[in-house]
T-cell receptor, first 114, second 110 residues
Framework: KQEVTQIPAALSVPEGENLVLNCSFT??????LQWFRQDPGKGLTSLLL?????REQTSGRLNASLDKSSGRSTLYIAASQPGDSATYLC?????????????FGKGTLLTVNP | SQTIHQWPATLVQPVGSPLSLECTVE??????LYWYRQAAGRGLQLLFY??????ISSEVPQNLSASRPQDRQFILSSKKLLLSDSGFYLC?????????FGEGSWLTVV
C-alpha cells in the first residue's frame, strides 16, 4: 500500500529557529514529491516540487530534499518567522497512471512563536 | 493567468439533504480536474478525477458523485448527505507537473 507519513504531527518553535519537517513514503517508485502549505480553513499552496531525478529544491528560506532509496524527504525552514505558522503537507505522485493522483501525508502543524 | 473558483465556501446541511459543490477553472482548456476531501485528523483523499467532459473516475466508494458538464466545470453532488460526509472539500486542476488547488469548501453535516 502506498502511504505517506509525516513526523512530527505538530511542532512549536521560537522565532528565528531553523527547523526540519520530515516525510516518508513506502514506495520508492515515485514520479515527484511536493510540499504544500495550508493556512487554517484555506486551500493548499505549493511550496516546492522535486522530481524523482532531483535531490533537492530551494526557494528562499525553504529547502526540500529527496532520498528515494530511503523513502524520505525533508523540508528545511531557515530562520523561522511567525508568518510561517501553518500546516505543511507532503504529497507524492507515484509513477504510472493517467491522472495526477497525489498521496498526501496528514501534515505537520507548525507554530512559530514570536 | 489560471484561476480556480470553488463555492460555496462554507455550508451546514442536515443529514439526508442534497449537496452540490461547484468548481470552475479559468485561463486554461481541457484541464484534468480533481475533488479531494480532507476529514478531521486525516490526510487529503482523492475522491474523483476527470480527464474530460463527461469522463469521471471514482477513487473510493462513497455517498458522493461527480459530474463534468463543461470543460472547465466540475461538480460534486450527493442526493442524501451522511454525517460522515462532513469535511473540507478541495477542487484542483493540473497540467503536466503542476497542480493547483481551490480555496476549499467546508461542509458540516448536522
Amino acid at each position: 500500500k502506498q502511504e505517506v507519513t509525516q513526523i512530527p504531527a505538530a511542532l512549536s518553535v521560537p522565532e528565528g529557529e531553523n527547523l526540519v519537517l520530515n516525510c516518508s513514503f513506502t514506495d520508492s517508485a515515485i514520479y515527484n514529491l511536493q510540499w504544500f502549505r495550508q493556512d487554517p480553513g484555506k486551500g493548499l499552496t505549493s511550496l516546492l516540487l522535486i522530481q524523482s531525478s532531483q535531490r533537492e529544491q530551494t526557494s528562499g528560506r525553504l529547502n526540500a530534499s529527496l532520498d528515494k532509496s530511503s523513502g524520505r524527504s525533508t523540508l528545511y525552514i531557515a530562520a523561522s518567522q511567525p508568518g510561517d505558522s501553518a500546516t505543511y503537507l507532503c504529497a507524492v505522485k507515484y509513477s504510472g497512471g493517467s491522472n495526477y493522483k497525489l498521496t498526501f501525508g496528514k501534515g505537520t502543524l507548525l507554530t512559530v512563536n514570536p | 493567468s489560471q484561476t480556480i473558483h470553488q463555492w460555496p465556501a462554507t455550508l451546514v446541511q442536515p443529514v439526508g439533504s442534497p449537496l452540490s459543490l461547484e468548481c470552475t477553472v479559468e485561463g486554461t482548456s481541457n484541464p484534468n480536474l480533481y475533488w479531494y476531501r480532507q476529514a478531521a485528523g486525516r490526510g487529503l483523499q482523492l475522491l474523483f478525477y476527470s480527464v474530460g467532459i463527461g469522463q469521471i473516475s471514482s477513487e473510493v466508494p462513497q455517498n458522493l458523485s461527480a459530474s463534468r458538464p463543461q470543460d472547465r466545470q466540475f461538480i460534486l453532488s450527493s442526493k442524501k448527505l451522511l454525517l460522515s460526509d462532513s469535511g473540507f472539500y478541495l477542487c484542483a486542476w493540473n497540467r503536466e507537473n503542476t497542480i493547483y488547488f481551490g480555496e476549499g469548501s467546508w461542509l458540516t453535516v448536522v
